[in-house]
């Protein structure tokens, strides 16, 4: 099992930067690959980057490529997603996911653990 707790969502103007972190706690939170999802209002849910277990590998939605960045502390199992120039559009709410399938981690049907959740609301 793991446990998914996401911080460092808020409002932030059009333009300006957010850094989303979660950390993840189990027996198998070090050796399973990383994401973060997002689901606006009235909208599926959809996957915005992912990160290997060791961190040596990424995948960025195109949506969002050249604006958000996604690392790993691995000695603290935390996962960071950086947001920059952010856009009305990013607005949502932003659920960190894990998978030990590369695969699945990209996958918002499919993806296995989950956490709670942290709101991003970017104004105009």
């Known amino acids: 099992q793991v446990q998914l707790v996401e911080s460092g969502g808020g409002s932030v103007q059009a333009g300006g930067s957010l850094t989303l972190s979660c950390v993840a706690s189990?027996?198998?939170?070090?050796?399973?690959?990383m994401g973060w999802f997002r689901q606006a209002p009235g909208k599926e849910r959809e996957a915005v980057a992912a990160?290997?277990?060791?961190?040596?590998?990424?995948r960025i939605a195109g949506s969002v490529t050249g604006r958000f960045t996604i690392t790993r502390d691995i000695a603290q199992a935390t996962v960071h997603l950086r947001m920059n120039k952010v856009k009305p559009e990013d607005s949502g709410m932003y659920y960190c996911?894990?998978?030990?399938?590369?695969?699945?981690?990209?996958?918002?049907?499919?993806?296995?653990?989950w956490g709670q959740g942290t709101q991003v609301a970017v104004s105009s």
């Open positions: 189990g027996a198998i939170s070090h050796t399973i690959h």
């Open positions: 996911g894990a998978d030990a399938d590369w695969d699945r981690v990209f996958d918002p049907a499919k993806n296995t653990y």
């Open positions: 990160i290997t277990y060791g961190g040596g590998g990424t």
